[in-house]
């Protein structure tokens, strides 16, 4: 058979494109979606950095990026058959062309797609449990002499019988050296009204452990601000007295974070432990907030002052899914 010209053309133009070497195979992009992820402030939050990592190891970004409300997100992939994809929390103004030390979440490319996790990454174990209650806490002001004003105070402790010494009642994951515990108590939470004041942040002993004080001891409304021996040593603050400080939200000292609100039928208060960047090394303002790592909390409710008050689960870590492709 007699193939015309025409057909013999397009047979070695097609023939010439399949054997070319010089031709590059397509780009590859990586699209990634994510679950109970929230936009930062890049001024105190940092921004998002997507990496893919090599064979060898090394890290190469797929740029910085702000959440803006879609499903998932496409970045160009600048090496070939990536092995596994990164997301990790830059620091403010930061300038440093390697990842930061926040890796939030990652997973390794398994057929093209790649299962993001916190696991492993925020916590030092990749099988470390967030979804069973870490312990309890109680109401009690250890700085003042008054026993009038325990309901100003929170502590994760459990309080000792007449002559003795308190004890732990909490443990939690240890966390990576990028990653720290803060405690926070909230009023009006979920409302436009909503204000949160830290307590301090504390990292668990190696078993996980709470038996350590926090980063501000008793705190700056305590009966001894600027103590930092003051107070029993576990996590803790007492809201007792202004101390010349600015009170946020406009709220009276002392607290009272005991008791249902009369209107809304639950406690005005809330206690949440969040997990914050460890660039995060202190609350320079009192306006500050929770990270969006917010694992552990409950509502303060009615109680006596020393009434264990139970921690639960608040909030599932990030997930996310990340897919190669041409």
Known sequence: ????????????????????????????????SFTGL????????????????????????????????????MFDVPIESPTMFV??????????????????LAGPFVSGTASLSALGLVSESPTADFTASPGTHVLLTPTTV??????AGIWLLNPPAPGGMPSATVTLPP???????EGWVVNQPGTANQTAISYGKFTPQSDGTLSGRDSDAAGPFSG???DLTAGPPFPGSDFVMPNGANVPGALVIPFDFNG???????????HVISIEPAFDVGEPTLSAMPFQLKPFGDPFGDGGP?????IMPLAALPTGTATVSQ
Request: hydrophobic share 35%.
């Open 1 to 32: 058979m007699r193939l015309s010209l025409p057909a013999l053309s397009v047979l070695v133009l097609i023939a010439g494109c399949s054997d070319d070497p010089n031709t590059p195979p397509p780009p590859q992009v990586v699209s990634v």
């Open 38 to 73: 929230v936009a930062l402030d890049p001024a105190t939050e940092g921004t998002y950095e997507g990496w893919v990592i090599d064979g060898s190891g090394a890290a190469h970004s797929t740029g910085t990026f702000a959440l803006d409300g879609s499903s998932s997100y």
């Open 87 to 104: 997301l990790t929390v830059e620091p403010p103004s930061d300038s440093d062309p390697t990842p930061s030390a926040q890796k939030l």
């Open 146 to 151: 008054a026993t009038t004003d325990d309901d």
């Open 175 to 181: 966390l990576t050296a990028g990653w720290i515990y």
């Open 224 to 226: 001894a601000p600027g």
């Open 260 to 270: 249902d609100d009369a209107v809304i039928g639950d406690s005005e208060w809330m």
């Open 306 to 310: 020393t009434t264990a008050r139970i």
